[in-house]
């Protein structure tokens, strides 16, 4: 007998985290539906929408590198996320058919949604595909100017003018301005990447320091941050944001968000 089931595809997949999120949900609600990782290789890719958009059983599907813009040229884009994020991350199924979205603005946004960030200055590291959901997030809820550094200044600065933000775009080793909230967006941190230094000292008491990396959980930039005293949103929160918007779509019920503490020590362990 078949049962429901959800899964996250790319290449390579193995260390996806998804699996062991959507599994922990799935079990809390007692759905009994599976959500697993699949190896996809991006020639393979049509013929795994068309595949799977034939099977009964298969809800959708979490998409990650390389796949994240090609989906959107095997599947309706009904609220047309190539044209602002540039990018898919979840494939449902519709009345209409498939649809691809992308959870990863809303997901970040979902630890700072009670922040009043309206005209505030905020600094963004990073020009790449995060950086872009970050962005489009940030011209949503009106932030004030937006520093973007990045290793090549002319993407952030192409990426500000995309989603009209007033700002201006400087290599990494610009001075900080005081901002409310600092984010890094870049792969800079990463384990096996080198570490993104930054000097915090400008910023002001009460700003906000979010690393969307979470691999490691704890970033030099997280820790000199706490050495501050300033407030840290690590890449634990965005990661399960945008994954509980895409359970929801997937599995049709929200995701038991109160059970995060629970979830956060079995993907740190
Ligand atoms: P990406 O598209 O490859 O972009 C990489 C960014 O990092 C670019 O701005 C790039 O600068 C910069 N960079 C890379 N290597 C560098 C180096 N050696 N020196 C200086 N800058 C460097 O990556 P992404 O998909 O945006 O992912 C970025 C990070 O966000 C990753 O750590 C990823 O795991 C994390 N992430 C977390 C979540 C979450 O839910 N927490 C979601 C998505 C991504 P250039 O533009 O100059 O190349």
């Not at 320091?209 to 704890?218: G, K, Q, R, T």
């Amino acid at each position: 007998m078949t049962k429901p089931y959800a899964e996250v595809i790319g290449d390579p997949i193995a260390h996806s985290k998804s699996p062991l999120i959507h599994r922990f949900w799935l079990g809390q609600l007692g759905i009994d539906a599976d959500y697993r990782a699949t190896r996809v290789a991006a020639g393979e890719l049509a013929a795994y929408f068309a595949d799977r958009a034939a099977d009964p059983d298969w809800r959708g599907c979490n998409v990650t590198v390389p796949h994240k813009v090609a989906t959107l040229d095997h599947v309706p884009d009904p609220g047309d996320v190539r044209g602002s994020i540039g990018a898919a991350n979840t494939v449902f199924r519709t009345l209409d058919g498939l649809a691809a979205t992308n959870t990863d603005a809303a997901g970040f946004l979902s630890p700072i949604a009670d922040l009043d960030l309206a005209g505030k200055p905020v600094v963004v590291v990073g020009a790449g595909g995060a950086a872009r959901a970050i962005l489009f997030a940030l011209s949503k809820v009106g932030v004030g100017p937006v520093t973007l550094l990045n290793r090549t200044p002319l993407k952030g600065a192409a990426l500000l003018s995309t989603f009209g933000l007033k700002g201006q775009a400087l290599p990494l080793t610009a001075r900080l301005p005081p901002a409310a909230l600092l984010v890094n967006a870049s792969t800079l941190g990463m384990t096996g990447q080198p570490p993104l230094e930054l000097d915090l000292l400008s910023l002001p008491a009460d700003a906000i320091v979010y690393d969307i990396v979470y691999a490691p959980i704890e970033t030099e930039l997280l820790t000199r941050a706490h050495e501050r005293g300033l407030d840290t949103i690590d890449g634990l929160d965005m990661l399960i944001g945008q994954a509980a918007l895409a359970f929801e779509l997937l599995f049709g019920q929200p995701a038991p968000r109160d059970h995060d503490e629970e979830l956060r020590e079995r993907l740190l362990a």
